[in-house]
């Protein structure tokens, strides 16, 4: 099946910092990617999607102005964490839509620990 | 607003059939998935019916879909220790393109 990656797997950063997780699928073109957040033993909560060459759609309760979400090209999609502070640290899964097959694949997701 | 319920925890002995259940909102849902989270991992999907299906089976698993009740099952037999994870349904939202999910059901098999 279709494969989307994420990278980093797992990053640890300083309060204060910001962090950039990529989203790519590797084997189709995506014009549509999703980032989910994962907090422990809930479920996935949408965060925006991402559509390529225009401007992410935020789900209500998401600052934009923090998680920045870049969909450059038809194959990657990053999300940057600005200013992170613990309250973020989460696991955050991005998906990307395969309009030939018509659904979405998951990347591995990105565990993010902010100290 | 769409929602999607799921029972959160079962537990099966091995060799034995389990059943996940999960009841959504949203009638024009045209997409039901399964999802498969191992522990640390991301989403695997395990399977999908369009909406003006009743059942799909794929090898072991079942997928039953009761437009009527908006109540959607999978059912893993002879379930195995490596099918313990967490399983999430999901829809697709009104504009019918991100999901929704359920909170995910954890799935504990014991030998």
Redesign the interface.
């Known amino acids: ?1 279709a494969v989307v990656s ?1 990278h980093p797997s797992r990053v640890i950063c300083k309060s204060g910092t910001s962090v950039k997780i990529e989203c790519r699928s590797l084997d189709f073109q995506a014009t ?1 990617m ?1 980032w989910y957040r994962q907090f422990p033993k ?3 909560m ?1 965060m925006a ?1 991402s559509n390529e060459g225009s401007k992410a759609t935020y789900e209500q309760g998401v600052e934009k102005d923090k998680f920045l979400i870049n969909h450059a090209s038809l194959t990657l999609s990053t999300l940057t964490v600005t200013s992170a502070h613990p309250e973020d640290s989460s696991f955050y ?1 991005c ?1 990307a ?1 395969d309009p030939g097959a ?8 990105t ?1 993010l620990t902010v100290l | 607003g769409e929602d999607v319920e799921q029972s959160l925890f079962l537990s099966v002995r091995e060799g034995d059939s389990s059943v996940i259940n999960c009841t959504y909102t949203d009638s024009s849902s045209t997409y039901l998935y399964w999802y498969k989270q191992e522990p640390g991992a991301g989403l695997q999907l395990l399977t999908y019916i369009f909406s003006n299906m009743d059942m799909k089976q794929d090898q072991r698993l079942t997928v039953l879909l009761n437009k009527k009740d908006k109540h959607l099952s999978l059912r893993i037999a002879d379930t195995q220790t490596g099918d313990s994870a967490i399983y999430f349904c999901a829809e697709l939202d009104q504009a019918g393109t991100a999901l929704i999910f359920g909170k995910g059901t954890t799935l504990s098999v014991s030998s």
Do not use: M, N
């Not at chain 1, 018509?102 to 997701?109: A, E, H, I, L, S």
């Open positions: 099946g994420q549509t999703f809930k479920s996935l949408l999607t899964i998906s839509r018509d659904t979405q694949y998951f990347g591995p997701g565990r």
